[in-house]
């Protein structure tokens, strides 16, 4: 089954989760296109979406406007074993996870 493109109200409704600070404000067109954005913080910058979606926040207060929660945590199979990445404040926490 082939992945498919996620609508725009899709990638908003995702976004919401993984950075409620973030407001998009142009089309989301897919997660290598360009999107614009603004924090809650005022500052506006454009972006890749994929960097959105990965959990990266606001580039002028950094400090100030990443996301401190949790984010979801994210396995990914490298053959005999399986890197379990677990995401907190916007640093990735990598550990290595028999399988």
């Known amino acids: 089954m082939a992945n498919r493109k996620l609508t725009h109200q899709e990638f908003i409704e995702r976004l919401s989760i993984i950075n409620p600070d973030i407001t998009v404000t142009s089309e ?3 997660m290598h296109e360009k999107i614009e954005c603004r924090c ?3 500052h506006e ?5 994929l960097s959105l979606a990965n959990g990266h926040g606001c580039p ?3 400090d100030d ?4 929660r949790t984010l ?3 396995v990914i199979s490298t053959g005999s074993s399986n890197l379990l990445n677990t995401k907190l404040g916007g640093v ?3 550990q290595n996870q028999s399988a």
């Open 72 to 74: 979801p945590t994210d």
């Open 60 to 62: 002028k207060r950094f």
């Open 28 to 30: 989301y067109n897919g």
């Open 92 to 94: 990735n926490t990598w």
């Open 65 to 68: 406007c990443r996301d401190q």
């Open 45 to 49: 910058w454009t972006t890749s979406a």
């Open 40 to 42: 809650n913080c005022g």
